[in-house]
């Protein structure tokens, strides 16, 4: 077993962290996801880097909304909307993570500019480096997604990052 409390190593606790460390690099190579709970707990040891991607449709901003507890019970920011993004594999490009972030997301989007980079925190999570750009929707199929005018933006139901650093990138390009 694994003693939580300690900063003291034993080498059976050093043993079980190697297998675990490569087991996740494992799943990272194959793409494959880690379960949720052993997903919001490698994130919280290091400080990781995420591309965010802001999409306009017709001068309105897609956002998506996160699930439910009921849903996830692992979810660190239950019903609360957000701009499309994904944190970066170990081994992965930004061109790949953008593909794979197409993919998870169900978005479609053409001319990928990049905007600013940022750094956040958004407790429970860890700290990330944002890459922080904006691209043309072409068409999405995410049912948890939908387009906002500038007045309708759920601000107040938002995760805090996207609300105060991320959002409010794009307000200007908005209707």
């Known amino acids: ?51 965010e991607l802001l999409l306009i449709k017709d001068g309105k901003l897609f956002l998506v909304k996160r699930p439910s507890r009921k849903e996830n019970p692992n979810e660190p920011y239950p019903d609360l909307w957000h701009s499309t993004g994904v944190t970066h594999l170990s081994t992965e490009l930004e061109s790949e993570a953008l593909k794979r972030l197409s993919e998870s997301e169900g978005v479609i989007f053409q001319g990928v500019r990049s905007l600013a980079y940022a750094e956040i925190h958004d407790p429970p999570r860890a700290k990330y480096l944002a890459h922080i750009m904006i691209a043309d929707l072409i068409k999405y199929s995410n049912p948890r997604g939908r387009l906002f005018s500038r007045e309708e933006i759920p601000w107040h139901d938002m995760i805090g990052s996207h609300r105060n650093v991320l959002v409010p990138q794009v307000v200007d390009f908005l209707k």
């Open 1 to 51: 077993m694994i003693n939580q409390d300690s900063a003291e190593w034993t080498d059976q606790e050093k043993l079980i962290a190697v297998s675990v460390l490569n087991k996740i690099v494992f799943c990272q190579l194959k793409r494959v996801l880690l379960p949720s709970v052993v997903y919001e707990a490698h994130l919280a040891g290091k400080k990781n880097v995420t591309t």
